[in-house]
């Protein structure tokens, strides 16, 4: 099993559970080791309950993981509900002043801070905070000189005295632990690697800005609202028109007009401000205007749970906005996916002139992951497909331009307003080839019949453009696990561990919803000997879609839908229980109280 | 407004002709609202290709179909959101919106305020028919109490929404009534609310011929009456518009209530387009600041 070192704080919101998992990830950053971050919360500003799993390690660390080797609770409540979840060799550091500890398991370290001992707490209410990380990284044998550079870097906002007030309680805890606790078994390596650690929600905003995205506007709406945040911050750098708009009707159709007059535009929301931006999807597709929109999913329906995970809007997406037309649809496979896979969806909706939609959701969006740095690539291939910008780049043979004239590929060359001698009108209504509707007084079955084909036309062309997926690990394995966008890096997880427990297993993880590819997936899964699909829905919403496009059925099918990611042993339990004919359906359950 | 072309290129009011003639019932308000903007943007001098007429849905929002100009025939309601991303992409264009009462204040009124509180730079003229046209007579938001409609048959139980009033109290820079019966008058609004920088509001008596009985042209002929006669009428006073924008009965102002000209357009507030247009901006960021993106998040 791969080397990896987690830690869990859990606390009020207010009590400053960010800012300790903002070191401990910087620390490990730097040392060269990956980190997944996962922040499991609620929609609350103070109080409640919130928990921060930081996991690193020398190799990726794609998910939480199942292990807890460190627990900061800094309160009673944290205490309570987490000291459960740890096993031998793992430690809990609390502040023993107000915290009880209750009873551990065999092998687990109970740390006992005497926090009013050690610092004034009369000066500062948070001081338990910054003792317990100083004593965390004492036993984790890292040296000091690490954590004084990011606690200076992070407090220097503050001033001088807040920074170094916060170096020297993180001194006191550091010392107290090398004096009084036990190192952990495996003191954390150091590489020479360096990574950034960002958001899928940041990921995704600088891919936009990698994608020339020139407009981008929003409602704010949890868990996308990161988006907004980094575009909102980094737009006169970036050159970006951010715009904060009423409401997800407004900001879909502002960044349709803006998309129109000829520039890369981009906007995010969640399940439901994407149920707002319907009728525009629509409007994209008929005026054949590409925009692309963001949707990250968090727990429905309606207000739902709005600080947890999902993949329950796959149907929304498929079924957005009434009538046929032509869309892509793409779930990012991880992070660092989050930010390549906004150049290609505007390529594609460029060169195709229909609307483009990620599908990502909380876990992604609001978790945190260590990229290479490489693979920030700012520099895409850009494709802005038929475009005319000037009165000489498009064609202008007969002298009469048609905005929607028929073609093979359905494809119709785009002017956009300014260029002198290609005046047209773009309507939401249907119309014939130079842009006259023939929705109202000239209704007219054979042009409607060639508008539709011609729009029609451009899903063969994306379907080329668009890569089939492919299996990951042994072709022939006792089981193929099947999923889709963010549980890429869970699933892969539980089949290295079914492999070290003799059980061998592939993966075919879907990233293109549309196109969907089905000849070539029933070509992969003619072969397999068991298929399970994985996915965080009740209703099993892409087994229902691979179902309704191939008549493929699984013989299985691990669903969760408590708000909460997997964890590798849901899988890895799931797939047993099925493999022994026990069931077809398994719903793990959630062990972590959040 | 007016660019290098059009000292060179002279624009008539043939150039200005759509690809078909307008489909509205003879008669009908529109027509004379769509002649005055044809004359204005002759008298304006603005080539056809730098205009986008954007338009949501109902009678009158067939409009950019009639007129020679780029054009985008929208959804119900959503152009002047539409108009806005056009603008800010785009901020050389003269955007004119166009549409009626339902759309505009019904299905529309959330776009409608929150657009003049943000100053775009556009003229948006409703043509205000205080009734639903083209789903064949319904009540709409301006249409007056005990009014009775295919939807409300006993009588409209609803007060009607003053456009004038919203307009002024949203933060329109620019509040005009127009009638369409009033061409010159009509025409001279019009240039007027191009040529205003920021959000220009226009809203013209456009009588419906077919479904509106009530607000016909021989009932809106004896009662208007021209702000631009009272010597009194002082349109930078705010307070003096609103008082007048509360006049209806037996005399109902038209003309220009209110003009503001010191609050900066939505596009001119923002810097990222100090150096032009967006579409006129390259794709890729300098290489320093992509750089500075990456080095904050290690």
Not at chain 1, 84 to 112: F, H, M, W
Not at chain 1, 242 to 268: F, K, L, P, T, Y
Not at chain 2, 73 to 95: I, S, W
Not at chain 2, 231 to 260: Q, V, Y
Request: charged share 20%; with cysteine.
């Amino acid at each position: 099993m791969k080397q990896t070192f987690a830690i869990g704080i859990g606390g009020a919101a207010g009590q400053g559970v960010a800012t300790p998992g903002d070191i401990f990830a910087k620390i490990f950053s730097r040392r060269g080791l990956h980190l997944n971050a996962y922040n499991a919360y609620q929609s609350i500003i103070r109080g409640g309950h919130t928990f921060l799993t930081i996991r690193t390690g020398p190799e990726k660390v794609s998910n939480m993981g199942d292990r807890l080797d460190l627990l900061i609770p800094l309160n009673q409540d944290a205490m309570d509900r987490h000291l459960r979840l740890l096993t031998r060799g793992a430690a809990c550091i609390y502040n023993s002043d107000t915290i009880k500890p209750g009873v551990a398991a065999e092998g687990v370290a109970l740390c006992a801070l005497p926090v009013s001992k050690l610092a004034d707490i009369t000066r500062n209410k948070v001081a338990q905070n910054m003792l317990a990380v100083g004593s965390g990284i004492s036993m984790m044998g890292i040296g000091f000189q690490a954590l004084e550079e990011v606690l200076t870097e992070q407090f220097k906002k503050k001033g001088e005295a807040v920074a170094s007030e916060n170096v020297g309680l993180a001194r006191v805890g550091y010392d107290y632990a090398t004096a009084n606790f036990r190192p952990f078994a495996w003191p954390l390596p150091t590489t020479g690697n360096r990574y950034a650690v960002l958001s899928g929600n940041v990921a995704m905003a600088m891919g936009g800005a990698a994608a020339g995205v020139k407009f981008y506007c929003a409602y704010p709406m949890s868990p996308s609202t990161g988006v907004l945040h980094w575009m909102a911050a980094h737009a006169r750098k970036a050159g970006i028109m951010v715009r904060q708009v009423e409401d997800e009707i407004g900001v879909v159709n502002m960044a349709i007009g803006a998309a129109h007059a000829g520039v890369r535009s981009m906007c995010a929301t969640s399940g439901g401000g994407f149920a707002l931006m319907s009728e525009g999807l629509g409007l994209s597709a008929m005026m054949e205007t590409p925009v692309v929109v963001i949707d990250c999913q968090r727990a429905g329906p309606s207000t739902g749970v709005p600080t947890k995970t999902e993949q329950g809007d796959l149907w929304q997406m498929l079924g957005a906005a009434f009538g046929d037309y032509p869309r892509a649809l793409a779930a990012p496979l991880d992070i660092g996916d989050c930010f390549k896979i906004i150049p290609e969806i505007f390529n594609i909706a460029d060169r195709f002139q229909c609307p483009g939609i990620v599908l990502c959701d909380l876990l992604l969006s609001e978790g945190r992951l260590s990229v290479d740095p490489k693979d920030l690539d700012f520099a895409p291939i850009i494709d802005r497909g038929e475009l005319i910008t000037t009165a000489s780049s498009g064609p202008n043979g007969d002298g009469v331009y048609k905005r929607y004239k028929i073609t093979e590929s359905g494809i119709s060359p785009r002017a956009v307003p300014g260029v002198p001698g290609y005046t047209h009108t773009a309507a939401s209504d249907e119309h014939d080839e130079d842009g006259v509707l023939i929705s109202d007084e000239f209704t007219n079955p054979t042009k409607r019949r060639a508008m539709m084909e011609k729009r029609m036309r451009k899903v063969a062309g994306i379907e080329a453009a668009v890569p089939p997926p492919v299996l990951w690990g042994p072709r022939d394995a006792d089981v193929t696990l099947i999923g889709w966008g963010s549980t890429k890096g869970v699933i892969e997880e539980a089949c290295e561990i079914l492999a070290e427990q003799g059980i061998s297993s592939n993966q075919l993880q879907i990233r293109w919803l549309v196109p969907l590819h089905g000849d070539a997936i029933l070509d992969i899964l003619k072969d397999a000997r068991h298929t399970i699909i994985v996915e965080n829905n009740y209703s099993g919403q892409f087994a229902r879609y691979l179902r309704s496009d191939t008549s493929f059925v699984p013989g299985g099918n691990i669903r969760k839908y408590d708000g909460e990611p997997f964890m590798p042993h849901h899988i890895v339990e799931a797939v047993k229980e099925q493999l022994s004919g026990k069931t077809k359906l398994s719903v793990p359950t959630h062990e972590i109280l959040v | 407004m007016a660019t290098a072309l059009a000292a060179t290129n002279h624009v008539a009011m043939a150039d200005l002709k759509g690809k078909v003639d307008p489909d509205w019932c003879p008669g009908c308000g529109d027509f004379g609202v769509l002649a005055a903007v044809q004359k204005a943007l002759v008298e304006l001098q603005i080539p056809n290709h730098n205009v986008v007429t954007i338009s949501g849905i109902g009678c009158s929002s067939n409009f950019p179909g009639f007129i020679n100009t780029y054009g985008m025939h929208t959804l119900h309601g959503r152009a002047l959101a539409v108009a806005t991303g056009v603008k800010l992409a785009n901020h050389d264009l003269t955007v004119l919106v166009t549409g009626g009462d339902g759309d505009g204040f019904g299905i529309g009124g959330n776009h409608f305020v929150h657009s003049m509180r943000r100053n775009v730079d556009l003229l948006y003229i409703v043509m205000d028919n205080q009734i639903y046209g083209l789903t064949t007579g319904q009540t709409s938001p301006t249409s007056r109490l005990g009014m009775k409609t295919k939807s409300m048959p006993f009588g409209n139980i609803e007060a009607p929404v003053n456009p004038i009033s919203l307009a002024l109290a949203a933060g329109a820079t620019f509040v005009a009534r127009g009638f369409s019966a009033e061409q010159k008058h009509l025409t001279e609004l019009i240039k007027q609310g191009i040529q205003h920088q920021g959000f220009s509001f226009l809203d013209v008596f456009s009588p419906c011929v077919t479904y509106n009985h009530d607000n016909t042209y021989q009932w809106f002929r004896p009662r208007v009456k021209n702000l631009e006669d009272d010597p009194a009428h002082d349109p930078t006073d705010w307070m003096a518009a609103m008082g007048k924008s509360l006049l209806w009965g037996e005399e109902i102002p038209i003309g220009k209530f209110f003009e503001r000209t010191d609050v900066p357009t939505l596009h001119g507030a923002e810097p990222v387009l100090n150096a032009g247009p967006l579409t006129h901006a390259g794709t890729r960021i300098p290489v320093d600041v992509t750089r500075d993106f990456v080095e904050e998040l290690m």
